[in-house]
């Protein structure tokens, strides 16, 4: 029975190589899914300079700022359903070594503002020279919610931080809490005169810093 | 014949084994061609941040830009064969949120100046605060081209924008139609002034835009 | 022998199949490998980005800066180790369109300063406008030890370029000779009074370019 013995060799032949392809395999399916987990880290790290990249296109370093909020309608909505309630301006500064600051805006208001008002807040933020900043904040903030026609009918709203305020004391989480105007402008108003404040489903909210001060 | 039987089934087996290994092999391909899209995805955003960091890197915000064009000749030559007759300097801005604006450059020159001139021409883009600026642009616009010696003899033409054209509406594309000065300056000047316009083959053109006017 | 025949050609297809799996794995291997050189390469431009957005986020344009260095101890322990004995400050400018510039800060001192100072040195960098601009560099450079208390009694060295030196000239390679205060401050004055310039252990060197001079 020759003939079958050289059979019988072939197959075992076979087993170890299928054994030989089973490891390549694994390596390979290892090999892959390292490389899945590496592109997935990558990809955080590009979505993070992404978000370095338009706070660098957007900021100001002379305490100056306009935030623009497009699609202010969709905005609200999503507000009155609970589902994204405020949106963050990029940080910007009282100057290339100053404080650190951003506003922080409710579509559909906040606190004693809410359902009825936009609310507006000014956040003092974590910056890399706090320690040569005087503390508590005390430079007076305006926020102004530009009129978008000839008109300039400009909605301005000031205040003075209360030096008392945790919001305005040196930050040592990354933001104070947000403190401002919860009543900044009435829906209503806003409703009223969208082609002033709200051409194109856009607005713009200045806020003013004053440098000078403290 | 029971060593035949025998023999039978391990030949059966490694079958099975082959459609699984055929199946392993198909599912690691199908990876293998998404990581690559992936990849390929990954370095399109890549290549959009490095352009933004480089107008980071290189734009203004006061009106004012230095648009450096190096390797002159060869620039000239590849328009001289239609192959790339522009180049565009990156966005700059009257103010941080001023108006958006670039200028662009034919080093063989376009429309009247083509083939005997350097042509310059202003471009408005369309900008996050257009909504906030005057329309159309009127601001004074000033090309310098500048002397690279102690000479100091730059070489200037300005305009005032003709508020009926086209390029200096609001824009409602990327970019308006440029407008400038298609016959800035003769190539036969530029040849015979090489040391003091073409230093090292770099040529340095200076925009300004009169942020006080307007 | 009918059944024997049939066996040895079922045993022939599998050797045919396995050069094929064979062929495709090493395919797979193939692109495994070149999509890992693929990422290898992508991960250095993001990292050079990185290191494009953190310049941009620390610069300035005016020819002042303000270097920060933090865990001062642990650097100045580095560099006592020779492991690392200095570090640069993100190059700054005199305008948009001016010198380049960085400081080099040698924690342990560095010259006749080492191991008894701290050193600070000015660097000349290559930049895009060096053709515009006047050589030797001369504008007077001040650096200052920042107090960072109410005292405010800050350390400051000055010095105004020295023509015939090689550390002003026109730079040909990406940064000229360091120049500065070898003695800037001796390391014991910095441990007496680390609650005025090594608060939180953490040191802030400014950095001003007299940019009306030149």
Redesign the interface.
Known sequence: ?Q??ER??E??RE??T??RA??K??HE??D??SS??K??IM??L??KE??L??EN???T?Y?G?L?F?LDKFESKKRQAQMNKLTSYYSVPFYTS??GYKMCIRVYPNGDGNGRGTHLSVFFVVMRG??D??QRWPFNKKVTFIL?D?TDRAEHVTDAFRPDPSSNSFKRPTTEMNIASGSPVFISQTILAQKKDQYL??D?L?LKVLVDTSSG
Do not use: V, W
């Open positions: 029975c003939e079958i059979n019988d072939e197959i076979p087993k190589t299928f392809f089973e390549k395999i390979y399916k090999n892959l490389l899945k590496e592109i990558k990809d790290i590009i300079q992404r370095l990249i660098l296109r957007n100001s002379d100056t306009i623009k290339r070594t890399s020279f320690a040569l530009l978008q051409k194109d856009c713009f």
